[in-house]
Each structure stands twice: as structure tokens, then as C-alpha cells.
């Protein structure tokens, strides 16, 4: 049966696959489309070491000293969640 195999399928299965066969396949994209969405990914500035620390471990510089927002930057280039950031003082 059909929904036996959606219901089985995994959340990286349809990322990797995209899979849009059925309208159940197509509801489940969209929730997880909206789940990633919703998910943010910090972005914390380093005064010292002059770069932004990610939430999905990885590092960042702006050579011109801006801020991820003030570079347009809305989305993380490494996890592709949406960048919230968090300016040290």
C-alpha cells in the first residue's frame, strides 16, 4: 500500500528525493519545507577573533565589518536556516 511507504519515509528521504508523486508526498514537502522555515540558526559575533560563529559549527567573516542582516544575508550558507544574530558586547 501507498501510505505505508509515506508513512515510513524519512525526512531526508523526501529532501533527498523530492519525491512529489502523490498529493501525500506533496503535503509532507510542504510540512517539512515549513518546519525548516520556522528553524533559525545563530549567528554570534566574535570580538576578538573578528568573525561570526554559526549555530551548525561553522565560522564567517564580513571583510567589510557588516552583519549578516546588513549584508542581506537571511539564510545560513551552511544549514540553510533562517540567521538569527547575536551581537556580543
Known amino acids: 500500500?501507498?501510505?505505508?511507504?509515506?508513512?515510513t519515509l524519512t525526512r531526508e528521504q523526501i529532501k533527498s528525493k523530492m519525491l512529489f508523486d502523490t498529493k501525500e508526498?506533496?503535503?509532507?514537502?510542504?510540512s517539512i519545507c515549513k518546519e525548516i522555515l520556522n528553524e533559525?540558526?545563530?549567528w554570534e559575533y566574535d570580538n576578538q577573533e573578528e568573525?561570526?560563529?554559526t549555530d551548525c559549527g561553522?565560522?564567517?567573516?564580513?571583510?567589510n565589518g557588516y552583519s549578516p542582516l546588513e549584508e542581506d544575508y537571511v539564510?545560513?550558507?551552511y544549514c540553510g536556516k533562517q540567521i538569527?544574530?547575536?551581537?556580543s558586547e
Not at 1 to 7: D, G, H, Q, S, V
Not at 58 to 63: S, T
Open 84 to 87: 538569527e544574530e547575536i551581537k
Open 1 to 7: 500500500m501507498m501510505t505505508n511507504k509515506i508513512e
Open 25 to 30: 508526498n506533496i503535503k509532507m514537502f510542504e
Open 75 to 77: 539564510f545560513c550558507l
Open 40 to 42: 533559525m540558526c545563530k
Open 51 to 53: 568573525y561570526w560563529h
Open 58 to 63: 561553522n565560522a564567517y567573516v564580513f571583510l
